[in-house]
């Protein structure tokens, strides 16, 4: 006679988060016990980071701007080198606009938004629901300088949004302000204690948002690092690299493989000057910044770290005027082009997203 055998939760939930996304969808039906653990964030935490930490389960979600200044989006299927299945997500509200952009991405959830309409969503790119988020509180038609943000404040169990502002030429007046999933409304927080010089995207990372910014209203750049956390909502500052802080360098924050890092390089208006990679290895110990590589034969303006190779000595990098390529961080050097649909290699936005089955409602207030 057949008797069952009763596996350990901790047996059960290390096999799952080892399986893909699309098996987990299965198994969803299995029972409503194997629903609700997958459902459930604790699992949707430890399914993220280990396809974090294995660089299993992502994807890449592009935006391209076409010759009728309308946008067209695509999520790519990621695996070991190579992109493919390449497919076009009808967001209706978001394809004609001409200032769409990519706030971030989180748990598998992506936020977008085009400002001037004052629209923003959330979108799963793998399972194609969005939910499209209360209008914001002011009138931005006229396109109001500003920085966003999107993470997950594990605190409360809650995503959220930031949104800074900023009035009058030179910066003289900001408003901040959070918009809580759970909640599904916008509120005031404190000012913003610091400048811009040019709009930067954010990064996620420890349960904080990351943007470069500027100490002094007369700054001619961006020269420091800060940092909002979720769960206080209070702006920090983040220590830059040892020999980055002096006067004349271009900063940029990414982040890779969960870490927070550094693209700079001296900027003395020469395009083709090679970036300097850093990682912070230890979350706010400044000791632990590590360079990993000076980026030699990318292509010339911007760089963008998306992903560590899964042996960890190769970077998958996005120029702006190039392509994607795996950059090989023991020899220097670029290690392969990575072939890619026609249809997105010319994208100007682009960031890489874990595969969940995350709903954009399940955590949303009325």
Request: charge should be negative; proline fraction near 4%; aromatic fraction near 12%.
């Amino acid at each position: 006679m057949a008797t069952s055998v009763q596996l350990p939760l901790d047996l059960i939930v290390d096999i799952l988060i080892r399986l893909p996304v699309r098996s987990l969808a299965r198994f969803r039906c299995v029972s409503r016990s194997f629903r609700s653990l997958i459902d459930g964030q604790d699992f949707v935490n430890c399914y993220v980071n280990h396809s974090i930490e294995t660089n299993s389960n992502l994807g890449l979600f592009v935006s391209v701007e076409n010759s009728k200044w309308k946008r067209r989006y695509y999520s790519l299927s990621f695996d070991q080198y190579a992109f493919d299945n390449c497919l076009e997500i009808d967001l209706p509200l978001m394809k004609n606009s001409k200032f769409g952009f990519i706030i971030g991405s989180c748990n598998g959830l992506l936020a977008l938004e085009d400002s001037c309409r004052n629209i923003m969503l959330l979108l799963n790119p793998l399972t194609k629901r969005d939910r499209v988020l209360p209008t914001f509180y002011r009138d931005l038609s006229r396109c109001v300088p500003s920085l966003e943000g999107f993470g997950f404040d594990v605190g409360s169990g809650d995503f959220k949004l930031v949104k800074i502002l900023a009035f009058g030429k030179p910066m003289n007046y900001t408003e901040v302000a959070v918009f809580s999933l759970r909640v599904n409304s916008w509120r005031r927080i404190q000012d913003f204690p610091y400048y811009w010089v040019t709009g930067t995207c954010s990064v996620f990372v420890n349960g904080a948002l990351h943007w470069t910014a500027a100490l002094n209203q007369d700054a001619d750049r961006n020269d420091i690092i800060i940092a909002f956390d979720l769960k206080s909502e209070e702006f920090y500052q983040v220590p830059l690299p040892p020999i980055v802080g002096i006067e004349g360098y271009y900063i940029i924050v990414e982040a890779l493989g969960g870490c927070l890092c550094l693209l700079c390089k001296f900027d003395d208006d020469d395009d083709d000057r090679p970036w300097d990679l850093w990682v912070m290895k230890e979350y706010g110990v400044n000791d632990s910044w590590t360079k990993l590589a000076t980026l030699l034969n990318v292509g010339g303006g911007n760089v963008k770290p998306l992903v560590y190779s899964r042996s960890e000595d190769k970077v998958l990098l996005h120029a702006v005027r190039g392509d994607l390529c795996w950059y090989d961080l023991e020899r220097h050097r670029v290690w392969s082009i990575v072939e890619i649909d026609d249809k997105v290699r010319r994208c100007d936005m682009r960031t890489v997203c874990v595969n969940t089955l995350v709903s954009p409602n399940a955590h949303a207030g009325n």
